[in-house]
């Protein structure tokens, strides 16, 4: 009898664990795949380049911007940093961007454009506009920790 209850244990546990990897994979993808999509902007910045000894320890973070064929826009934050969960999120839109509709200003994360060691960038205010009417105005928190 305690044998038959390991089982339905483990078994149960597995099937706890398949159902909620398969659930949290899903919720974070709003992409389509990629061969629909046409990168339009890539913008990559490191905030501790000048801060840091050993180049394994340099942060990069990644503002990419993809339009699809139907012309909807999404916009994706990554970071090579532990602290960062890569983020995505679209913007519906009926005609094709250019590079040129596209504006990201770089801030840290007490709103400043001027970074120093103890306030690094942290923070992506991207703008996509066109014809000068603003589509989308959003800033994307990069990176959360505080270096010392």
Excluded at 48 to 70: A, C, L, R
Aim: charged share 30%; with cysteine; net charge neutral.
């Amino acid at each position: 009898m305690k044998s038959k209850r390991m089982i339905v244990v483990a078994v149960s546990s597995i099937v706890l664990c398949l159902s909620l990897f398969f659930i949290f994979q899903n919720e974070t993808d709003t992409s389509t795949s990629n061969k629909d999509l046409t990168l339009i902007y890539e913008e990559k910045v490191s905030p501790n380049k000048e801060y840091v000894s050993n180049k394994k320890d340099i942060v990069h973070y990644t503002i990419k911007i993809y339009q699809e064929d139907k012309n909807k826009v999404y916009v994706y934050a990554e970071s090579n940093s532990l602290v960062f969960e890569n983020t995505n999120y679209s913007v519906d839109y009926n005609q094709k961007l250019s590079k040129e509709d596209i504006q990201i200003k770089w801030m840290t994360l007490s709103g400043s454009t001027e970074a120093k060691k103890s306030d690094q960038l942290g923070l992506a205010n991207v703008k996509i506009l066109k014809d000068g009417c603003e589509l989308s105005n959003r800033i994307e928190k990069i990176n959360s920790e505080k270096l010392s």
